[in-house]
């Protein structure tokens, strides 16, 4: 059995948050990753001013995540199109790019990170890796994203009776894509489901549907859904329209949208998707990836394996109002009765979506200005 003060599982941006903080403040550590080769993850994509301010304080500038700069936010609901900006510039960006500066800036700080080790199971700090091999942490940082890992996986029922299915087509960069997509973050929304899209780095667009299991079994297959959602919705199907019909369609099943982690036990923090999972159309999925990272990093810094239970406290009080008001704006989403009705509000209440986009980000913590006081 190997042994290793702090194991952090997953070197996505809420692991490699962490490693970064630990690796700076000569903490040993080991991250274990199971993909050799840095893939374009299917969530993400989109990066709000606040995460940017995250990513800064691990030493991580917004050019370093290219050119995509995102200023406004775009609403379509049937005929009905929307267009505010938003509280300050964003980014877009593919997870490839993003994952992969953040683990180059880890290793970069002096991470101990070992990629193709797929963690099989857990039973308390302790894996067990794909080989039959175990690695002990005195501490774990749980940081293995939308997949579950045996022994750790969040409950069944948070699925609800109809589960959301994540799915995503990266669409080829084209002139008129860019013309029609810009510098907004855009909203697609429609019953039971909706789509994300935004620019990245290199002029590609990154299309991300949440669609309930029952929405996709009546179409058949993804494929089909999204051809029955371009015929049926105008301004969705002009972007659709620039698919090849080759791209792959990447999907993950069984998303707990709403889901927190309210407690935990010693030595063991969850992060990321792992200690609350908000609803994508809030854009701040990542901003909690990497602020759990940040902060579980510091809190292990300042108390050991035994702050792991009062940080997952702190931490699920800090994303309750977020992930809360997502799911309300979610849930009026994918009722399209309700949205017909709630939309013109917009209109009619200035500054209603710039007040929901700054409620639905996490926000700052005592923890946070004491890591501050730190690094300076």
């Given at each position: 059995m190997r042994r290793t003060a702090a194991l952090i599982v997953g070197g996505g941006p809420a692991g490699a948050s962490a490693a970064i903080v630990l690796a700076r403040a000569g903490a040993p550590h080991l991250?274990?990753?199971?993909?050799?080769?840095?893939?374009?993850?299917?969530?993400?994509?989109?990066?709000?001013?606040?995460?940017?301010?995250?990513?800064?304080?691990?030493?991580?500038?917004?050019?370093?995540l290219g050119p995509a700069r995102v200023v406004r936010n775009r609403i379509f609901l049937g005929h009905r199109r929307i267009d505010t900006p938003l509280p300050r510039p964003a980014h877009g960006v593919s997870r490839r790019l993003l994952d992969t500066v953040l683990m180059?800036?880890?290793?970069?700080?002096?991470?101990?990170?070992?990629?193709?080790?797929?963690?099989?199971?857990?039973?308390?700090?302790?894996?067990?890796?794909?080989?039959?091999?175990?690695?002990?942490?005195?501490?774990?940082?749980?940081?293995?994203?939308?997949?579950?890992?045996?022994?750790?996986?969040?409950?069944?029922?948070?699925?609800g009776e109809d589960p959301?299915?994540?799915?995503?087509?990266?669409?080829?960069?084209?002139?008129?894509?860019?013309?029609?997509?810009?510098?907004?973050?855009?909203?697609?929304?429609?019953?039971?489901?909706?789509?994300?899209?935004?620019?990245?780095?290199d002029g590609s667009a990154n299309l991300c549907m949440a669609v309930h299991?029952?929405?996709?079994?009546?179409?058949?297959?993804?494929?089909?859904?999204?051809?029955?959602?371009?015929?049926?919705?105008?301004?969705?199907?002009?972007?659709l329209a620039y698919r090849t019909g080759g791209e792959p369609i990447d999907a993950i099943a069984n998303v707990p949208y709403g889901w927190r982690a309210l407690q935990t036990t010693d030595a063991v923090f969850r992060l990321g998707d792992q200690a609350g999972v908000i609803p994508s159309l809030a854009g701040e999925g990542m901003g909690i990836a990497i602020a759990s990272g940040i902060r579980a990093g510091h809190a292990y810094i300042a108390r050991g394996a035994a702050a792991a239970p009062r940080f997952q406290r702190d931490f699920a009080a800090?994303?309750?109002?977020?992930?809360?008001?997502?799911?309300?704006?979610?849930?009026?989403?994918?009722?399209?009765?309700?949205?017909?009705?709630?939309?013109?509000?917009?209109?009619?209440?200035?500054?209603?979506?710039?007040?929901?986009?700054?409620?639905?980000?996490?926000?700052?913590?005592?923890?946070?200005?004491?890591?501050?006081?730190?690094?300076?």
């Open positions: 991250l274990v990753e199971r993909s050799r080769e840095t893939g374009d993850a299917i969530c993400g994509g989109f990066l709000s001013w606040r995460t940017l301010e995250s990513l800064a304080r691990i030493g991580i500038a917004p050019g370093a180059q800036q880890a290793i970069a700080m002096g991470a101990a990170v070992e990629r193709g080790v797929t963690v099989r199971s857990l039973v308390g700090s302790t894996a067990l890796i794909d080989d039959g091999a175990e690695l002990a942490g005195d501490t774990l940082f749980l940081a293995s994203g939308k997949h579950d890992v045996r022994g750790a996986a969040r409950p069944a029922e948070a699925r959301v299915l994540g799915l995503r087509v990266r669409l080829a960069a084209a002139p008129g894509l860019t013309r029609l997509i810009g510098d907004a973050i855009e909203l697609h929304l429609f019953d039971r489901g909706y789509v994300g899209i935004v620019l990245q780095e299991r029952s929405k996709m079994l009546a179409a058949g297959s993804p494929a089909a859904l999204l051809d029955t959602l371009g015929r049926d919705h105008p301004a969705l199907g002009d972007r800090a994303t309750a109002r977020p992930i809360r008001l997502a799911g309300l704006v979610r849930d009026a989403a994918e009722r399209p009765w309700l949205g017909k009705a709630l939309l013109p509000l917009v209109g009619h209440v200035p500054g209603l979506i710039d007040i929901i986009a700054r409620a639905t980000r996490i926000g700052h913590s005592p923890l946070d200005h004491a890591a501050r006081q730190q690094e300076n």
